[in-house]
């Protein structure tokens, strides 16, 4: 039987960001999945994790690159992920003031190839640990999200991350359906960058993208009044510039993103079996993720699809703690760790 220790470890492996959380102290890890890179002759070596790796976003010199090894909820360099996860385990680790080396449990996205799972597997069996175990992120942000999981009762969850948005109806401790897009918080940053290119001939980061998207970022029109300063290089004359835009730009910027995240939400409600219709029906359905903080997102869904939409108390970390509940819970790891 997988026991708690007080060293137990879930962790969050995110496009967007890391977070690992320890059975009675919370999440002690929360950071950037970004990595910088250093060339040193034929050799890359780590220079910066997390936010030190961030904030070198488009500020890097010759030589040091800043990549993001996890994309769209894939691993796209086994090798960089691998550096990452050891670099943020070990700070979690030294951070501890248990003595036993800890069990680890990590969250796999919808559709995760068998590939991934043992690349994530090697990534953290190289850092000091006893066992590895699995858990669908479906299943872990239902418990988080404080929904039922062993009931016969269905509970319809949206995951909306940096790369991905993952849908699943869930009841009797398994996945009824599910279905995921490579559509989240990145592409907005992306379609505000070229949304700014396009309308204003400025170009812009994706850092300044990430800012005004969390300063005037809106699904609704009730916030297009918003506005905030962007800086950035103007493509007419190269020099530095700067602008006023509102939240009702930025809502059109993001529009295509926030159409098809509610079109999937849409299609999960068609595939859920009838006989769960109902559940879905009185409950609504539960947000969690960063990209559930974007305003107005509950009130644009309810409106689109006529069924109420709830935050989760806590969306950015509902998916790590509920994998770290199932370390403390006999009952949940039997039904859903692997």
Known sequence: MFRLSARDLAIDLGSSSTLIYEQGRGIVVNEPSIV????????????????????????????????RP??????????????????????????????????????LPC???EVE??????????????????????????????????EPTASMVVDLGGGTTDVAVVSLSDIVSSLSIR???DAMDEAIINYMRRCHHLLIGENTAEQIKN?????????????????????????????????????????EVVAAVIGS??????????????????????????VALLKGLDCCIQEKLGI????????????????????NDPELSKALLY
């Open 36 to 67: 910088a890179m250093r060339q040193d002759g034929a050799r890359k070596l780590p220079l910066a994790f997390g936010a030190e790796a961030k904030a070198m976003l488009g500020r890097t010199p010759e030589g040091v690159q800043v990549i």
């Open 70 to 107: 996890i994309r769209n909820g894939v691993i796209v360099d086994f090798e960089i992920a691998g550096l990452m996860v050891h670099h943020f385990l070990m700070r979690a680790l030294k951070s501890s003031t248990a003595l036993f080396k800890p069990r680890v449990v990590v969250g």
């Open 111 to 113: 559709g995760i190839t």
């Open 117 to 150: 799972k043992r690349a994530i597997r090697d990534a953290v069996s190289a850092t000091a640990i006893r066992e590895i175990r699995l858990v669908d992120e479906a299943m872990a942000a239902v418990i988080g999200a404080d929904l039922p999981v062993l």
């Open 183 to 185: 559509q989240g918080g």
């Open 215 to 255: 300063a005037v970022g809106a699904a609704h029109p009730e916030y297009d009044k918003l506005r905030c300063e962007v800086r950035g290089r103007s493509l007419t004359s190269g020099s530095p510039a700067a602008l006023i835009v509102s939240g009702a730009e930025v809502r059109e910027a993001i529009g």
């Open 265 to 290: 939400i849409r299609q999960g409600l068609e595939n859920t079996p009838p006989e769960l219709a109902g559940d879905i029906l009185s409950c609504g359905v539960t947000l969690v993720g960063g």
């Open 308 to 327: 109420e939409a709830k935050i989760a108390s806590d969306p950015i970390s509902a998916v790590v703690e509920g994998a770290g509940r199932c370390l």
